[in-house]
Every structure is written in C-alpha cells, then in structure tokens.
C-alpha cells in the first residue's frame, strides 16, 4: 500500500509518497519513475529506513520510536551522516528489537514499554487491551535481556 500527499505549493500534483508495501524493489520502483527533484519519498517501516535512504529516499513513519525514540533518532542520524558501517548494525538491532515489540500485540505492547520506561500513557484504547500479565513480563524479560530496556 502507498499514500500520496499534496501540500501548499505543489499545484502540479503530490509532494512526496509513503510506501507501506515492505517491498524495496517497489519503492526504488517508485523512486526511479518521480522525475521532481523536490519529491520526498518515505518507507512505511524502520525495518526498511537504511536501503531507503542509502537509495535516496528521505525517511520512514517509525513505528518503534513511540516507544523507543532516541533509538530511531541515533539509526536516522548516521544515515543522515552516510555512517552506513554503524548504520547497518542498527538496522539489524531495530529490526530485532521490532521483533520483539510484535512478538506480543504492538499496540498494547508500546503502552506497557512506556510505563516500563517511566511514561504514563494510560492504557490501549478500545478494540485494544492491555498486555496479560504473561505477555508483559515475557516482553519485559527479552527487551532488558537484549539491553533495550534498562531499568
């Protein structure tokens, strides 16, 4: 799935394209035939930020940085920063940690994240319920297993 966007002073059509596919080839697809040099191209996951943006492409809408942002921020400056060596051992450590977060219900599991980490948010919003006492303690236990979560 893509979305296109439009916004003020691109009367000429849209301004850039959120692609959710998870399919890299389709994205660089979708660079190689938008001949404007202003068009901002996004992937739909971190899980796909570096071949992104080592491609030219300008970002992702970063599911893991509710719950992790200064995780996603340091992984989006060395791209910035063309570290694609240390880049690429983030990938992979946002990818697992992803992992991790999906391995129990994603929603819920950001609201249970956040509190671990000392930010109350409440809790998930109807069809969404809370983590079972399980679920929580087995997220809890592989995130500060792996160093993500330290308390």
């Known amino acids: 799935m893509w979305y296109i966007w439009t916004q003020p002073g691109h009367e000429h059509g849209a301004a850039g394209i959120k692609d959710t596919s998870g399919d890299i080839i389709l994205f660089y697809q979708f660079m190689m035939s938008v001949k404007k040099s202003d068009f901002k191209f996004l992937v739909g996951t971190e899980r796909l930020l570096l071949p992104a943006m080592v491609a030219g492409g300008h970002g992702c809408v970063a599911d893991l940085a509710n719950a992790f942002p200064e995780i996603v921020v340091k992984f989006y400056k060395l791209l910035k920063e063309k570290k694609y060596d240390e880049a690429a051992k983030e990938q992979f450590s ?14 819920p599991a950001t609201y249970a994240v956040l509190r671990l980490r000392g930010v109350d948010v409440g809790y998930p919003k109807f069809p969404h319920k809370p983590l079972s006492d399980n679920e929580l303690e087995k997220l809890r236990v592989e995130l500060e297993k792996r160093g993500f979560l330290k308390i």
């Open 94 to 107: 946002i990818i697992e940690l992803r992992d991790l977060m999906y391995s129990v219900p994603n929603i």
